[in-house]
């Protein structure tokens, strides 16, 4: 039953849907006899996870291997040896390519360096390995990667490396190390054959690299030979033995450690399926430990679909249904019943429309991060309340008032399909998903219940100030909305800060720009109360495929002005276009009091082109062109990895004409995102989501207002696609 | 069910906080049984509830079900019909639906639900009485990315013996039909049915759902 299997993620037309449908069922009989039960565990191949190294990428003990992770993991590991301090993500971002992001805490590496205290070198690094061979019965793996390429280069080296599964679960590693890994009885560059430059490595440059890539000084200098074995001895338990070829000559020329041994024994023990554990030999007199945490988007650390399940449908005929109501009366009290069964399912019903044979609602759902499986439970509370006459449901699904989806259901398909045992695929093809016919504000709308109020923890962090590498502040936040209709929303939040170690740095922007982020800190470092947000927004759709929004009032911290923007998605298109502009001026720094002398005078007027393309296969691209805050000219690149469950692991980067000096540390605006939804990591339904951004010390150069609620990803979660694409959820 | 003996419930359940009897009570209110162990993950196992007294006050039809992966038990009642499968819910608002004759063809909540399920020929060769035969059974499950993956089974239907069983709520004359499923990989797993000599469905049965809800034991105490 491969076809249904991915039946969901097809683009196909829906007619064409249909006229397969036959030769589908002929095809499912019988089944291929590649269809087999496996767990989510091992249908993501979790069982050949390769153990990590000491840098939280596959391999041995310090060496790499040719071996890659199953796809879509993501590790999060932190090691320590000998006052060296890894902490790394590691993330399989398609099956033959991973990528690393690491920062290594040397302890002492400014043993004299008693100005400001820190002695400690913190360094960041990217790696990436492409897989070029995939291991076959006799051919071994053959991987190349990239350690490091694009920081100071202290770390920085390159690799071509194969490895082999042989049986009772050895596997032998074999590689060519160039730059550090190339270090230890180091040879003569075998590509000096092909050029002599090949034959040095140029030296790091003087002055700040930072995020700059070494193009340069790739596979160049001496070259040197590592290798070693693993031996899965139980299935938890790997034991490790490796040649090393980095012999670690800066850390042992600064002191801080001795010259040792090519040899590094260790051990990688499996606690539970995502935890994994390594303890290690090394160099002959040093010992390290590793902690590692993996997870799969495919499988969620917890079972997934906990909850009450949904209401069962009601037949006609079968069950006592309410009469077609004769009196406005009986139409509303029906309306109220109806929002009831639906608030009880997380479903807030905004427009309720009932004729002779059709009924028509608008729903806003707060509960699923799924489109389809809010559908899916109004097509069940439709079935147990509408008048037996009315046949055809259409539910739209609105995002902040606007209607963003209209699916159109037959009863007496639901109640025939049910419980077939090709449900699942009769009413993906019977249903029709599209735009909404209506696209204005719901008519007559029903009054939501108007005030929200949220209470949650907080937690606003900023990484890597060299003086202090996790700057924070935490504590308790309200979020207030009011919503006189759908679309039109007054909200506010409010900050107080419990804990917070802002003070920890007393680090002054030097930047040659407008200080429009460098001063990030400062919205930080009071704990009095402060005013994150003030806005007025509304939401509305200009035509069948726009969308807009205006916003006005204290967009976020650090910007008050207004904002406007506009989405141009067609249903159907896989590239949707948008266009923001920005009228801003800066808020001073400074607490709720300080309201009245709030913004400084100078008012910027920034904007943005984007185009937003999703691939098949979960990617996500989004290019922006624009001009920045500092009044720079340039464009974002957004790329992510996108997974139907919500997960989102991605990069950014920002280039606008200021240049790499002007910018200072860092080059450019850059950082990785990953975002686990609320649901995966519960297993219950949530819209919400974890989110960490990691990116350097915010500098001037490519900054952009922060927004809240942009159309593009409110739209993406509910519209025609996303409810067909998350069809399988449709009984859930 | 009346107030006092909700209270009576509660007591042996060890609830002592006004917001436990309040919730308690009004879910045992709407659904005997049903709702007492609904209260959360910590809820007592509902064997330990199923007191005579408590049996002998529910006259409409209910489920014992037990996950074996957990070995916890919890009521179920009966919640709506498409004929010829109903629906079930316990107080979690888990939900089972189950054929006529009885057989698991969705669950919803437990966590890797099965969606649906073709178990026409099991259905069949139960009804005959259980002669040795091989069906084919289908269960679609859901992967990572809600994409449905169906797996076909094998499955060896062979009558075992007549066998009195011992429920809560009684001695009932069962004869013991067993289902041996394998898939094209080898996976397996085996469902076993004690066919009510009586009424000719299903008194207590074992019957797999997916890799990680594992298999349910359902018994009938009370049609």
Known sequence: MLQSRHAFRSRVSRPVMRRAAAALALLCWPLPPTATAQSLAELAGLANRPTLTFSGSPGIVDMPSAFMSPDGDLSFSASYFAGITRTSINFQIAPRLSGSFRYTAFDNYFPNRDSNGVTTYYDRSFDLRYQILTEGRIRPALTVGLIDFAGTGRLSSEYLVASKTLGAGVTVTGGLGFGRLGTRNGFENPLTGLDDRFATRPGNVAGDRTGRANFNSLFRGDAALFGGVTWQATPKLTLLAEYSSDDYADEVRRGLLDDGTPYNFGASYKVTPTLDLGAYALRGQDFGVRLSYTINPAVPPRDNGIGPGPAPIRVRGAAALPAFPQTPDAGAALQSQLQADLAADGLVLEAFDLTATAVRVRIRNTDYNRAAQAVGRTARHLTRLMPAPVETFVIELSERGLPTSATTLRRSLLEAAEFDPFALERTYQAARVGGPADIGPASPFIQPSPLGFDISGYFNRSFFDPRKPLLFDAGVAVDVAYEPRPGIIASFGLQQPLVSNRDATDRVSNSVLPKVRSETDNYYQSKDLRLPYATLAYYFRPGSTTYGRVTAGLLEQAYAGASAE?????????????????????????????????????????????????????WLAQLDVGRYLAGDNGATLTLSRDFDNGVQVGAFATLTDTSFDDFGEGAFDKGIFISLPTSYLTGRPSRGARNLVIRPVLRDGGARVFVRDRLYPLVRDSDAQAVNDSWGRFLR | MTMTSCKDLLRRVGLVTLLALAAGCTAIQSNPLAGVPGLGPRAVDARTLLTPQILAQVNRPYLLVIRDKTDFATTFAFEGENPPVRTWFDGNRTSLSISRLGLIVRTAGLGRDLMTADVAGTEAALRRGGEATTVRRVHRLLDGNDNVVATAYACQIEPIDPTAITLPTGTFQTFLIEESCADAAGHSFQNSYWVDLKTGSLRQSRQWISPEVGTLTLQVLHD
């Open chain 1, 566 to 618: 506009l989405l141009w998605k067609p249903d159907g298109s896989r590239l949707a276009y948008g266009v923001e502009v920005n009228a801003v001026r800066q808020r001073q720094p400074g607490t709720l009091a300080d309201l009245g002398t709030g913004v400084y005078d100078t008012q910027t007027v920034t904007g943005h082109v984007s185009a937003y393309y999703d691939f098949s296969g979960d």
